[in-house]
Every structure is written in structure tokens, then in C-alpha cells.
């Protein structure tokens, strides 16, 4: 089993920063890919960026390509998510997921981030 707490949400002023934190714990081995995904209120959730476990091989969004930077710590089993030049558009409850055996099957209970103008 994985259990995984995001923190760092919150609300900043439209091209501000934030850093948003996943920890996880138990059976951190497991998973092959850990995610970030966001959702807002009536719309679809949707695939944020990814980081692979062994090859550190990132992927993102391109709504936030060069903006969004994943990343993680595996002496403390926390992924990030450092979010700079934050629009409107960013506004969500963001989750972070882990993937087993390519499907993301664990995920955290979100971690809202709200981007004013």
C-alpha cells in the first residue's frame, strides 16, 4: 500500500509562486511513475506532470511547460510540484498520484491551490 499527503496549497496573486509537497509512505517501491493531476470545480480532472522512478525522466502538460517543474526527494519520499508565473487558469484542487504498473493507482486527497487576479 502507498499513502500520499500533499501540502503547500493556498492562495496567491496571479504570477506568484507556489510549491506544492507530496509525501509518501508504505510500499514507496512499488510505483513506477509519481503525478501531479488538478481538477477544478465542473471540469475534468487533467494530467499536470509525471516524474519516473529509476530515470528521473519528467513529463508535463504543455499548459504549464515551462512554468511547472516536478521533482523529488527520495531520502525524504516527498515529490514537488514548484509552481511559478501562476495564472487564473492554474486555480484547482491538485493531486498527486502514484502509478503502479503504469496505471496511477494510489492517490493523495488534494491540495487546493487558488490563483487570484
Known amino acids: 500500500q502507498v499513502q500520499l499527503v500533499e501540502s503547500g496549497g493556498g492562495l496567491v496573486q496571479a504570477g506568484g509562486s507556489l510549491r506544492l509537497s507530496c509525501a509518501a509512505s508504505?510500499?514507496?517501491?512499488?510505483?513506477?511513475?509519481m503525478g501531479w493531476f488538478r481538477q477544478a470545480p465542473g471540469k475534468e480532472r487533467e494530467f499536470v506532470a509525471a516524474i519516473r522512478r529509476g530515470s528521473d525522466v519528467t513529463t508535463y502538460a504543455d499548459s504549464v511547460k515551462g512554468r511547472f517543474t516536478i521533482s523529488r526527494d527520495n531520502a525524504k519520499n516527498t515529490v514537488y510540484l514548484q509552481m511559478n508565473s501562476l495564472k487564473p487558469e492554474d486555480t484547482a484542487l491538485y493531486y498527486c498520484a502514484a502509478a503502479v504498473l503504469g496505471t496511477y493507482t494510489y492517490w493523495g486527497q488534494g491540495t487546493q491551490v487558488t490563483v487570484s487576479s
Open positions: 508504505g510500499r514507496t517501491f512499488s510505483y513506477s511513475n
